[in-house]
């Protein structure tokens, strides 16, 4: 119970940053200009939606019209010409030019672009920026999250690992609450799916992926504002993963059914009509799962996300005291759906991983199948 409210908590403090975000947001408008509310919505979820050069915790506006943002910047890295090393600070949220060694860069639709001293943006005919990209490494917000996810998991499972062998086999303190996580990706997950002779082998990826994934997917429900799951590009990278080992660890057997599906059924002159239009949707079928797990994973979170900020800018939109805190309950109810869903995202992607690699493990047992012809052909 005390986790329970203590979560709550959390997602009260998250929920209550992002409409103070929103607000100060809609007093300041964008350069200046007064826009509808519902466009300033949109605009406001699709930069919440967006990877950035920094952690943007809330905003607010002075009187002398100033705009203070309270956020943590992040070092921006770009190569042009040479390597260039500063703070996103110098970009003021896209509001100011940074100078670095005589060279003007400017922060636009969250994208690094040289310009002149004047952050002169020039377009094409299609309205696409022409100036110079210089390469981007920087350590977006979406990067960070990553490391420390990554740095987070190394030291759990070292410290469940390091408590299993001074306990005898018994896991203390946060593995207690692990330990059954693991047991079930393993014993319900990979070892029906994958079968007992191999399942061991895949166990790794599997455990790195569900957790990998779970985690981030919490963080983006704090007030952070993170979207790593959210962002097609991080999804396409976890899908292509599996669809690597998935196919450079595949069996004999998973080949040859891709490429000769029917086997000895029958005669080739009588497969070679069928071939022509179920090998090609077999090989398509390579492409199909991996693609289905990036956008299934992509597209809920994503909609999750969007929902929820919908949800907090309705409250802008009645200004009333029954639509408002309405607004506010449905959004506290759905971010407690979400705490569901990201659990429920990365079992999925884990399941579905894990029946992949069943299909690339499946073996025949051929000589068994011969031994058994002559006593079919004797009957």
Not at 227 to 249: E, K, P, S, Y
């Amino acid at each position: 119970m005390r986790n329970l409210f203590t979560v709550k908590v959390l997602l009260i403090c998250s929920l209550f940053f992002t409409s103070a975000t929103y607000a100060s947001a809609k007093e300041e408008g964008v350069e200046g200009s007064k826009k509808d509310i519902k466009t300033e919505i949109k605009e406001y979820i699709s930069h919440h939606l967006q990877d950035s050069h920094d952690f943007s915790i809330f905003s607010y506006t002075e009187d002398n019209g100033e705009h203070v943002y309270i956020g943590i910047p992040l070092p921006v890295i770009i190569w042009d010409n040479g390597l260039h090393v500063f703070s996103s600070s110098k970009f003021h949220h896209g509001e100011t030019l940074a100078e670095v060694d005589g060279n003007y860069y400017k922060l636009y639709h969250s994208k690094i672009y040289k310009t002149d001293a004047s952050g002169t943006i020039n377009y094409d005919e299609e309205q696409h920026p022409t100036n110079v990209k210089p390469i981007d490494f920087s350590m977006t917000k979406n990067v960070v999250m990553i490391i420390i996810t990554g740095l987070l998991m190394f030291w759990l499972f070292t410290s469940l690992a390091r408590s299993y062998a001074k306990n005898g086999g018994v896991p203390t303190g946060a593995g207690r609450f692990f330990e059954p996580i693991v047991l079930y990706i393993r014993d319900d997950i990979a070892r029906p799916t994958i079968g007992e002779k191999r399942y061991r082998k895949y166990m790794p990826f599997l455990l790195t992926i569900f957790f990998f994934i779970w985690f981030l997917n919490m963080f983006g429900l704090t007030p952070l504002g993170v979207n790593v799951t959210g962002n097609i590009a991080i999804t396409f990278a976890l899908a292509l993963l599996t669809f690597l080992i998935t196919n450079f660890t595949g069996t004999k057997d998973y080949w040859k059914h891709l490429v000769d599906p029917l086997g000895n059924a029958m005669p080739w002159y009588g497969k070679l009509p069928i071939y022509i239009i179920l090998v090609p949707i077999e090989l398509l079928g390579l492409i199909i799962k991996p693609f289905a797990l990036l956008i299934r994973l992509y597209a809920n979170m994503q909609a999750g996300h969007i929902v929820l900020m919908s949800l907090i800018g309705l409250m802008f939109i009645f200004k009333s005291w029954i639509g408002s805190p309405l607004s506010f309950f449905l959004a506290f109810a759905i971010t407690l759906i979400e705490i569901l869903v990201a659990l429920l995202q990365a079992y999925i992607f884990t399941m579905l991983s894990s029946l992949y690699f069943g299909f690339a493990s499946e073996e025949h047992d051929h000589g068994h199948e011969h031994e058994e012809e002559p006593e079919l052909a004797h009957l």
